[in-house]
């Protein structure tokens, strides 16, 4: 078949109905010539009809709705970390049995001082900037410091670092903007993305943004 061709279903009209495809007519037409529809149709007297072609997955979309949010949550602590002078290796993806999460990777204080308390906070923050709410469920674990009798509240915390990551907005949606690039570039296919070790403990972790990147990212203006 020529390349500019394809096949069309005929249904007949009238009182005579199609009852299988080996009943219906089958034309070629050519679309470099539309007319032949109009030939068609008058001298055999029946109706054109095709078949849509599947619609094309909108893979953005997907990713948005999937992976938006903890995307836009890990690009917050990250970004408040680097302003703040936290150490911060990077965002990555953390093995689980059955599942895992993403994560900022930053080591445990050895103090927990205003500045930490900002950057637990900055993952609901960045989703507050970005989509007007944020997901309970994900700053839970950001939460448990907060329990500490010398801790602010939560949301004076996320207050605090709504105001320090509003300064760097744009920053802040290069990130998320990376972070999903390469997503995409791994066919949204996590584990598929290098493979790290942490000192000290026997997790893996798959690398979406190492340290490096990071902070070149947001040393962009």
């Not at 839970?140 to 907060?146: E, G, I, K, L, Q």
Request: net charge neutral.
């Amino acid at each position: 078949m020529h390349p500019n061709c394809t096949r069309i279903l005929i249904c007949c009209v009238g009182r005579e109905t199609v009852s299988s495809a080996a009943d219906a007519k089958l034309y070629r037409i050519n679309w470099t010539e539309p007319s032949q529809f109009l030939q068609v149709a008058k001298s055999t007297k029946i109706r054109l009809t095709m078949k849509s072609p599947a619609p094309k997955t909108n893979w953005n979309k997907v990713l948005e709705e999937q992976w938006g949010h903890p995307l836009t949550h890990e690009s917050g602590h990250a970004l408040a970390a680097i302003l703040q002078g936290i150490p911060c290796y990077g965002i990555y993806w953390k093995k689980g049995v059955g599942t895992g999460k993403f994560c900022a990777l930053s080591p445990d204080p050895t103090e927990y001082d205003r500045k930490y308390f900002v950057f637990l906070a900055a993952g609901s923050a960045a989703e507050l900037l970005t989509y007007g709410s944020y997901d309970e469920d994900a700053a839970r674990s950001d939460r448990v410091p907060f329990e500490r009798s010398d801790a602010p509240s939560y949301e004076e915390a996320v207050k605090e670092a709504q105001e320090l990551l509003s300064q760097n907005k744009r920053t802040l949606k290069r990130l998320v903007s990376m972070l999903k690039a390469t997503c995409l570039r791994a066919d949204l296919n996590i584990s598929s993305l290098p493979e790290r070790g942490m000192d000290g403990t026997e997790d893996r972790f798959n690398e979406l943004m190492p340290e490096a990147d990071l902070r070149e990212a947001i040393a962009r203006k």
